[in-house]
């Protein structure tokens, strides 16, 4: 909850599908944004969460409670940041295609799919977004994965709508972001997380299908829960093609098991 908060820091945010509206109510106790819209398609997530909010002790005014599916409950460029999680990565990348001109209209996108990355990567990869941070957290002893995500245009720069350009030292973008005042704020530094493993860089390129399963931001990086990450999808893949081999019909597996064996090979090259 708390990386979730702090990637979707300044200024306002809306929680799509908030449950009991947890990260909202942290965020705004803890000075993480102005004001925060709190959504769900169910009407009993969204009345647990005004009762979260009254025990919090918080002005109810800077909390606003909406009823509806995925991203119509916004109006475009209505929030600084948009966090979606605890859904799958298919259903996810279903609600940003919904309207891709609204979801190009936020500055950005907090994402954690409980499933299927891989899929949401490469929408976001193929529809006009890109990658600009990977972050594990331990959930409930789960390793989770959370992705950020920000409009670009067509030539490659971030959108000028919501963020400007500027050079990296490698060449690359570096993030500054446009307050609603008109104010630039600089985005190269991470925040403060102390339960989020980070591998980011300015922007991130996916080169292959591989990459999209395991991006390079998160085997690139030396951070202890990353590692332990890729040791645990390494040997699940494994046993996965140990099964394959042991097929009664090796044809019906074939394709599966040159995949499995080229994504076990990707992880003991990292």
């Known amino acids: 909850m708390a990386a979730l908060a702090r990637l979707a820091s300044g200024g306002a945010a809306a929680d799509i599908g908030t449950d009991h509206g947890f990260v909202p109510i942290f965020m705004v106790q803890n000075g993480l944004c102005g004001r925060a819209i709190l959504s769900d398609i169910n009407e ?7 009762e979260n909010i009254a025990a919090s002790g918080l002005d109810p005014d800077l909390f606003d409670l909406r009823l509806g599916g995925g991203l119509s409950v916004l109006k475009n460029g209505e929030v600084d940041h948009v966090i979606i999680a605890g859904m799958g990565g298919e259903l996810i990348a279903s609600i940003l ?11 950005t996108f907090v ?3 409980r499933t299927r990355a891989e899929v949401l990567r490469r929408w976001l990869d193929g529809n006009g977004f890109t990658v600009t941070g990977e972050f594990l957290v331990r959930e409930r002893g789960r390793i989770c994965q959370i992705i950020r995500a920000v409009p670009v245009e067509p030539s490659g720069v971030l959108f000028d709508n919501t963020e400007e350009p500027g050079e990296c030292a490698d060449g690359g973008i570096k993030l500054v972001a446009k307050s609603a005042d008109g104010s630039v704020e ?11 493993s980070s591998s980011t860089c300015c ?14 931001m998160i085997l690139d990086s030396e951070d202890p829960l990353a590692r ?12 996965l ?17 040159a995949k499995t064996a080229a994504l076990l090979e990707k992880l003991s090259r990292s």
């Not at 600089?186 to 989020?196: I, R, V």
């Not at 922007?203 to 390079?216: C, Q, V």
């Open 186 to 196: 600089s985005k190269a530094d991470e925040p403060d997380c102390d339960d989020l």
């Open 44 to 50: 009993g997530p969204l009345k647990k969460a005004e």
């Open 111 to 113: 994402l954690q799919p």
């Open 241 to 257: 093609l140990e099964r394959l081999s042991e097929s009664r019909d090796p044809s019906s597996v074939e394709e599966e098991r």
């Open 228 to 239: 332990e990450y890729i040791q645990s999808e390494a040997a699940r893949l494994k046993t």
């Open 97 to 107: 295609g919904e309207d891709i001109r609204k979801s190009r209209s936020f500055k």
């Open 203 to 216: 922007r991130e390129y996916f080169r292959d299908w591989t990459d999209y399963i395991y991006p390079p």
